[in-house]
């Protein structure tokens, strides 16, 4: 090992026996396997091979991939939950893995025992607990409820209680396997703002995200893992890009293969229809202006021409409430080809909360496609309502053109 | 190969340290060194489960007292005074709740060491630390249970006007053979329950037989005298005549039966580590 290196990875690999990772034995499935003839071939996967890498300290490295692809496979290499197959790696400080939100919470304890329990189980000692006690539950934000058991607490505050902890681990370095991406907006950001406080502290960190967004913002640099091996390895933009460009690809061979005479490919929510954010895998929209007009466009491939369809349109919050659901132009014809549809709102007045869009086609007798958009949030400076989503009429307007090359266009308008 | 997990690169560990990380080496690797690290959270781990306990019985700490107790009634009732197993000249209270005393530890703590690798499978699953403190919190934390009806215990001596001897200044010995008896068998039933899901419905089972080859519900003055050594292979036999003994100052001490308990015992222990040891390098996979 080199000096001045915090990781140092060489010729990692981990082999797994397919169905190994789920299955359970019971000891009556090894006696009733003694008197049957042995399954000979045994199937393996490699969930990661041949990776090495080195990060020097205090640098952020984005690890990026495909689900599946082993980038938690790697993070649970580095931080011992499991042993390699091949390779080895070298570590030089105290590792703290963030795997997961809550890991040693327990229902039964109050939220002051699962601070110092679930700090103690995130590798926290106890002075350093006893220490940051009060600043964790500030970031929490649940003060009112320290001596409540956990079971009595709502999901949204077991999360904040959560991420405060973690957010308060501060060991040399630093393995996150996507925590980032549940609670709501504005502790995400709350948490984000920690994690780059964390990363300016000199800090080595490897953060496992899907959210480009996140990647950019937090790393500068980023290794891609695909297929369990190690792809592209190197400044953050550059891999990030490389990544995205892939991921077209991909999606346009899956969309060129898939059956059904229509395939819906991407969205875009902003305020403006030309100022809709570009194309991006980003999860999370932040949708502020309330108040003005809203667009989202979704761009859909259609492959055989579509007689008596129907779009239908849904907008559902994130406990899957349906809130608009709304079907139009029950004779649509759409001819082949590459079509955005863009839906016009006068004023979206959400309350806060998370929220996904659906669009499905539907021609009188059975349903084509259906695609759900990313989920996004939205934030607000007003009161929320808590017993509503809506605060107001929600007036959808929808258009829809051929992508790219506009040919002809269809606008009508509906409630 | 070296050893995959270096004591000092715990992180409690006081100052930064290198770790390799390696494949499994098949060696046998001491998990001590590296477990005084992480003492802490081993302590945490106990702190968890005696509190969670106690927070889900409704009778809490009664419990620890009336489960022996009433045990020893019927075993007072039935095997005293209906079938007159003899008692070593000691009233029957004190001769069966200084037997159960030792064996209700032992067996509760056995069933919750039993499951601790699988009731804790989210947190294994997420997060290192050496494995082997879970089933040792497991024994550690039904200690609680064993000084509250140790306290009942000692209500009954002073019923019974039995003063302890010199003999009381052995019991820590006796106390710390059945942790470790139970520590040792507890380590491999939890490996195994880890691997074979059935495993706890046999331990039930496992610990009513066991029950009954140990001199819980009679003496093992029973057991003809050139047989002793064999009897206390089991190193239960050791125990319990051992609290007999050196709690109630009355008998002999369990000579040979004890040196053959000992010997079991650390063989117990050294195997139940290192079998825990292999199936600790992939039990996140398999939990």
Redesign the interface.
């Known amino acids: 090992?080199t000096e001045n290196v915090a990781i140092h990875v060489e010729g990692l690999g981990k082999r797994?026996r397919i169905g190994?990772?789920e299955r359970?034995?019971?000891?009556?499935d090894?006696i009733m396997r003694m008197f049957r003839p042995r399954n000979s071939k045994r199937e393996f996967l490699w969930a990661l091979k041949d990776v090495s890498f080195d990060v020097p300290p205090g640098q952020v490295v984005g690890v990026i991939g495909r689900n599946g692809s082993g980038k938690t496979t790697l993070l649970?290499?580095?931080?011992?939950?499991?042993?390699?197959?091949?390779?080895?790696?070298?570590?030089?400080?105290?590792?703290?893995?963030l795997?997961?939100v809550g890991?040693?919470f327990?229902p039964?304890?109050t939220g002051r025992?699962n601070i110092?329990?679930s700090g103690?189980?995130?590798?926290m000692?106890?002075v350093e607990i006893n220490r940051k006690f009060d600043e964790i539950v500030a970031f929490s934000e649940v003060e009112r409820f320290l001596d409540t058991?956990l079971k009595h607490f709502s999901t949204g505050m077991q999360m904040r209680l959560a991420f405060a902890v973690a957010a308060h681990l501060e060991?040399?370095i630093l393995l996150v396997d996507e925590v980032l991406a549940v609670g709501d907006l504005e502790f995400q950001k709350k948490c984000l703002g920690k994690m780059q406080e964390v990363s300016r502290t000199g800090r080595t960190i490897l953060f496992v995200s899907h959210q480009m967004n996140q990647i950019r913002r937090l790393c500068q640099r980023v290794i891609w893992i695909n297929r369990g091996q190690l792809q592209m390895d190197g400044a953050a933009k550059d891999v990030v890009n490389a990544y995205e460009a892939a991921a077209l690809r991909v999606e346009k061979e899956e969309l060129e293969r898939s059956p059904g005479s229509m395939a819906f490919q991407s969205w875009r929510i902003g305020d403006t229809p030309s100022n809709s954010p570009d194309r991006s895998l980003d999860h999370f929209l932040d949708l502020d202006k309330q108040s003005g007009p809203v667009v989202v466009r979704f761009q859909a491939f259609v492959k055989e021409e579509i007689r008596k369809g129907n779009l239908v349109v849904i907008l559902r919050s994130a406990a899957e409430n349906v809130i608009l659901w709304s079907g139009m132009y029950p004779e649509l014809q759409i001819k082949p080809g590459p079509w955005e549809f863009c839906l016009s709102f006068d004023a979206m007045p959400l309350n806060p909360g998370i929220y996904s869009w659906e669009t499905r086609i539907f021609d009188g007798n059975h349903w084509f496609e259906h695609m759900q958009s990313p989920e996004f949030s939205i934030v607000s400076e007003m009161d929320a309502d808590i017993f509503a989503y809506l605060k107001g009429p929600l007036n959808l307007n929808v258009e829809f053109d051929m992508a790219e090359q506009v040919e002809y266009g269809m606008e009508r308008e509906t409630r | 190969m070296s050893a995959a997990a270096t004591p000092a690169s715990a992180a409690l560990a006081e100052k930064p340290a290198r770790m390799r990380i390696t494949p499994p080496s098949g060696w046998f690797e001491s998990p001590l060194g590296e477990l005084w690290s992480y003492r802490e959270l081993l302590y945490f781990i106990v702190w968890r489960d005696i509190k969670i306990r106690y927070k889900q019985t409704a009778i809490g700490a009664a419990w620890a007292v009336l489960q022996p107790f009433l045990t020893m009634l019927i075993f007072s009732l039935f095997f005293g005074k209906l079938a007159h197993v003899p008692s070593d000249g000691l009233p029957y209270a004190i001769f069966y709740y200084s037997a159960l005393l030792p064996w209700m530890y032992f067996a509760a703590a056995l069933q919750s060491a039993t499951n601790a690798i699988v009731d804790n499978q989210r947190v294994i699953t997420k997060v290192y630390f050496p494995r082997v403190a879970l089933p040792l919190a497991a024994v550690m934390a039904s200690l609680v249970d064993f000084a509250i009806s140790f306290a009942m215990f000692a209500v009954l001596m002073v019923f019974y006007g039995i003063r302890p001897t010199l003999a009381i200044f052995w019991f820590p010995l006796f106390l710390l053979m059945a942790v470790a008896t139970a520590l040792g068998v507890g380590l491999w039933l939890s490996a195994l329950n880890a691997i074979y899901r059935d495993v706890r419905y046999v331990v039930p089972f496992l610990i009513q037989f066991w029950m009954f080859a140990s001199p819980v519900a009679y003496p093992s003055s029973l057991v003809p005298e050139k047989w002793r050594w064999v009897y206390g292979l089991n190193p239960m036999a050791g125990v319990i005549e051992g609290f007999r003994w050196s709690l109630t100052g009355r008998g002999n001490p369990p000579g040979i039966m004890l040196g053959a308990s000992v010997g079991v015992v650390i063989l117990l222990v050294g195997a139940g580590l290192a079998y825990f040891q292999r199936m600790e390098a992939t039990v996140a996979d398999v939990v």
């Open positions: 090992m797994y190994e990772r359970y034995l019971a000891l009556r090894v649970k290499l580095l931080s011992r939950i499991t042993r390699p197959t091949v390779g080895f790696a070298e570590i030089e400080g105290r590792v703290g893995s795997l997961e890991t040693g327990h039964e304890l025992e110092h329990l103690a189980v995130l590798g000692r106890k058991p060991p040399e």
